[in-house]
């Protein structure tokens, strides 16, 4: 029996939208070329050989330490509070994920400007350090500053997906634990431990791809001293015009994440090939 | 291929990929039989079916419908309707929607449907159900709100594919009575699939054994139970005690040490066959007058009857009996030369 | 127990963090001056000059008018799309489903540079119609990967029991299938559209032209300094989105509670 299949304009986008582009930023970072037609680029590996410099390695090297540390403290922190929701009885937990949601939805851009306000030197926590006599605390425009708003503003999404997870387990997984003479701190250990990991790893894919690229945070937060990846690759794209060396590095990025996820995936055993995963 | 067979399924065979599921097979259904594919669970009979349905194509092979082939005819063009394994009804509609869902489609006039589902709901035993929703069914009408769905449309052949898998014992046993009923009332043919031997030799005016993608056996439940065609037939069909044995020659075989009077001919003298005799053809009797005999090794009451298996030599025989003799009781066992049933010796693989 | 009170207040804690900055902001749109840290007296004056900054207000109109827009095109292609890759098998499958999944894993700022480049190479001008595709790129996948899964639960037998009655695939897709599966189109749709008002990176990259939607106006008045307007939009958006969500949390509870009732 032949349905035609109805996923046919998909695929046409798909093959438009998101493959024919990747190809042309691959295209654009094998290249140089200043002109405007495209078969005028010359084969070229400079745009790497300009990246492995020490000025733009540190960049890198900044850029995958600042989200590698975010995202040891949103798991710290995070992992706890979904244990305990999870526990929590059904009305207060609604309540709760609720609450941990609603600052999610606010916009992203208004996340980390409320830090600006909040860092600034006019602003409430240089104000208070005043009162009990610190004078002028630097908060703002540097690393520690774009770190507060990574954590800021990615610890809900470390929370969710571990939650998500643990309010899933089989009740029964952990009586039967008991069962056999497992005290509270053995069956986290040994049940309840083990069987969140799929939820840490994806909380840790949701914190760290968004963290290692992005160039807000660093921008509103960071400003001229804290040069990230994203902003490399920004300014490339937005004032210099170097589009190829822009794609050699969003090329970079990308395999590295793509290395980074392919290590953590190892260990989740669960392959979840179709449907979402530990947020739907 | 006359035009008085409901179906014919000439050569079919099909495959998933490396793996064959269905392999020669060939068999006539018959206007206004109930007819049963029967066989353990990856048999091929629920793939049988969905030939017959449409939902699956033959990777080689005919089907035909009353002298026509039908074979590259997509569902929705065959008058044949299908009460699936988990009934599939609509859950976004109600029960007269789902059942006039096929009506609908032929574009029926509301004034004609109305009536026409009352009658299927009269003869399910679910009038005034019309305006329930689905999720508010129990199992057993939801079963029945299937037929009705299928049956309104007037097929000429019902396909119904394990539908009293998911009742419980009473239930189900009563949905085989209704659903027999139902067949000799609307007078067409029904194909039935099912996995429990009981279920087909109750319902059934014809049965087609099915092991491995292949027909092990077709005939009435009479001919298959007392006449089992080999091993696996006589294994699946009831319980039997299957024995290895020697044809001396025509009405004369040699099992257990001793030679039985018995009804069957046509094997070749001195031929090796597996002797079949069903538990509950054995009886028991004084060790004195035993054809065979044997020493309990274990009692069981199932309530209709008690089973005891008799060991003697190598050999264990089931029986069944209202008299209980208990463990470590030696007995004498006797059968008449009718319920000897001999078969080809098969040269088979599993046991 | 001294363990509970140590619950109570690391999770008290951890509110206050995820809360403490949003309630500055709000507190502080009310504040008579500029300073962020000095309280000198309330006032509605920032939300009045919200209400006449040309710059938000046009910002605010594409932010809803492409919202929608990709929405309901990504929601429309990608049920289709849904619908044929639940009914494929092996490979192709697979490719799909690992393409389809890649702006979701791709960082954003990749897949706005790698739009932005196709955008230049077929010499399309930047505004209102590449943010447009840009906005039903990166929704698609997240609207199919909230209809699959009420695909997989739907029972597979529905659609053949449709044509078994006599309903052709397209007969059967429209009245059957498509009603069983509403709950993960509409999911798709609003996640499409929180997804669109929301979004930064792809649309910075991707526009042209003045063309701005809300993230990108609120960034360029972010970088110029601080702006109580700013505040003001803060508290709207913050009170808006409290309220839908309490309206979708309210609902959702309700039409659970009707399905309690009725087994």
Not at chain 1, 2 to 18: S, V
Not at chain 2, 7 to 21: H, P, Y
Not at chain 2, 44 to 71: C, H, M, N, Q, Y
Not at chain 3, 119 to 137: N, S, Y
């Amino acid at each position: 029996m032949r349905i035609r299949n109805t996923a046919f304009p998909y695929f046409i986008w798909l093959g438009i939208f998101i493959v024919v582009p990747l190809f042309l930023v691959l295209y654009f970072a094998f290249t140089t070329g200043d002109s405007q037609t495209l078969s005028e680029f010359t084969f070229s590996l400079d745009n790497y050989k300009r990246f492995l410099t020490p000025i733009y390695l540190n960049v890198f090297y900044r850029s995958v330490w600042l989200a590698v540390v975010s995202t040891a403290i949103c798991l710290v922190l995070g992992y706890p509070i979904a244990f305990i929701i999870s526990k929590e009885k059904a009305k207060t937990r609604n309540v709760m994920v609720l609450m941990l949601v609603i600052p999610m939805w606010m916009n992203f851009l208004l996340r980390t400007y409320a830090w600006l306000t909040l860092l600034g030197k006019n602003g409430i926590i240089n104000y208070i350090a005043g009162k009990l006599g610190f004078q002028g605390l630097d908060l703002l425009y540097n690393d520690t500053a774009v770190l507060l708003g990574m954590v800021y503003n990615f610890l809900p999404f470390m929370v969710l997906p571990i939650f998500s997870v643990m309010s899933k387990l089989d009740r029964n997984l952990i009586e039967a634990a008991e069962d056999l003479g497992a005290d509270r701190r053995r069956t986290f250990l040994k049940v309840i431990f083990p069987l969140s990991l799929p939820g840490v790893i994806t909380g840790i894919t949701m914190v760290f791809i968004p963290a290692v690229s992005t160039f807000v945070i660093s921008s509103l937060l960071g400003g001229n001293k804290s040069t990230l990846i994203g902003n490399l690759i920004e300014q490339q794209f937005r004032y210099t015009g170097d589009w190829h060396f822009g794609s050699s590095m969003s090329i970079i990025l990308m395999v590295f994440i793509l290395l980074a996820m392919a290590l953590t995936s190892k260990f989740d055993k669960e392959k979840e090939g179709e449907g979402g995963g530990g947020l739907w | 291929m006359t035009k008085f067979h409901s179906i014919d399924l000439i050569d079919i065979s099909k495959d998933f990929g490396e793996t064959t599921v269905l392999e020669n097979i060939n068999l006539y259904i018959r206007q206004n039989e109930f007819l049963t594919l029967l066989g353990p669970s990856g048999c091929g009979k629920t793939t049988t079916l969905r030939i017959i349905g449409g939902f699956e194509a033959p990777s080689s092979g005919k089907v035909i419908f009353e002298g026509e082939d039908i074979t590259k005819q997509p569902p929705y063009l065959r008058q044949i309707n299908t009460v699936f394994q988990k009934y599939a009804l609509f859950p976004h509609l109600n029960v007269f929607e789902n059942i006039a869902f096929g009506l609908r489609i032929k574009k029926i006039p509301n004034s004609e449907i109305a009536p026409r589902v009352a009658e299927m709901l009269r003869l399910v035993n679910l009038s005034g159900y019309e305006k329930r929703d689905i999720d508010s069914l129990s199992g057993g009408q939801q079963q029945r709100i299937a037929i009705a769905r299928a049956l309104v449309n007037e097929p000429k052949v019902l396909l119904l594919d394990e539908p009293l898998g998911a009742l419980d014992l009473k239930l189900r046993k009563e949905m085989q009575m209704e659903l027999k009923k139902i067949q000799k009332s609307v007078g067409i043919t029904f194909v039935y699939v099912t996995h429990d031997q009981e279920e087909a030799l109750t319902m059934s005016d014809t049965i087609v054994v099915m092991d491995k993608g292949r027909i092990q056996q077709i005939g009435t439940p009479t001919d298959i139970y007392n006449e089992p065609r080999n091993r696996f037939v006589a294994k699946f069909i009831g319980e039997s005690n299957i024995i290895e044995g020697t044809m001396i020659e025509d009405y004369k075989v040699e099992f257990a040490g001793k030679i039985f009077s018995c009804v069957d001919i046509g094997f070749e003298n001195n031929e090796p066959v597996d002797i079949v005799i069903r538990p509950e053809d054995l009886d028991i009797v004084p060790l004195e007058d035993g054809q065979i005999t044997g020493r309990v090794i274990s009692v069981t009451f199932k309530g209709v009857h008690y089973e005891m298996e008799v060991k003697n030599g190598s050999f264990t025989w089931t029986i069944h009996s209202t008299l209980m003799k208990e463990v470590d009781t030696e007995i004498g066992m006797r059968v008449i030369p009718e319920n000897i049933h001999i078969m080809k010796r098969s040269v088979d693989d599993e046991n | 127990m001294v363990e509970k009170s140590i619950k109570r207040l690391y999770t008290f804690m951890i509110f206050l963090f995820l809360y403490a900055p949003i309630i500055v902001l709000i507190v502080f749109s009310f504040n008579d001056s500029k300073s962020r840290g000095v309280w000198s007296g309330f006032t509605l004056r920032w939300y009045f000059e919200l209400f006449k900054d040309r710059e938000v207000l046009r910002a605010l109109y594409y932010t809803i008018f492409i919202a929608i827009t990709s929405s309901l095109i990504s929601t429309i292609i990608g049920t289709f799309a849904a619908i044929g890759i639940f009914g494929m098998n092996g490979f192709g499958k697979k490719l799909v489903l690992n393409l389809n999944y890649l702006p979701v894993l791709n960082p954003d700022i990749v897949t706005a540079v790698a739009l932005m480049t196709l955008f230049r190479f077929v010499k399309l001008e930047f505004g209102v119609l590449t943010m447009l595709l840009a906005h039903v790129t990166f929704c698609l996948p997240y609207v199919i990967l909230s209809i699959l899964p009420k695909l997989k639960q739907m029972n597979r037998h529905l659609a053949e029991a449709a044509m078994d009655l006599g309903a052709t695939p397209l007969y059967a897709l429209r009245k059957v299938v498509i009603p069983e599966i509403m709950p993960g189109i509409i999911t798709g749709a609003l996640l499409a559209f929180t997804l669109s008002i929301d979004d930064f990176v792809i649309s910075f990259f991707t526009t042209g032209h003045g063309i701005s939607n809300l993230s990108i106006t609120i960034f360029s008045m972010a970088r110029r300094g601080i702006n109580p307007i700013i505040n003001a939009l803060s508290t709207l958006m913050f009170i808006t989105m409290v309220s839908l969500l309490l309206i979708i949390n309210y609902r959702t509870e309700k039409q659970e509670k009707s399905l309690e009732e009725r087994r």
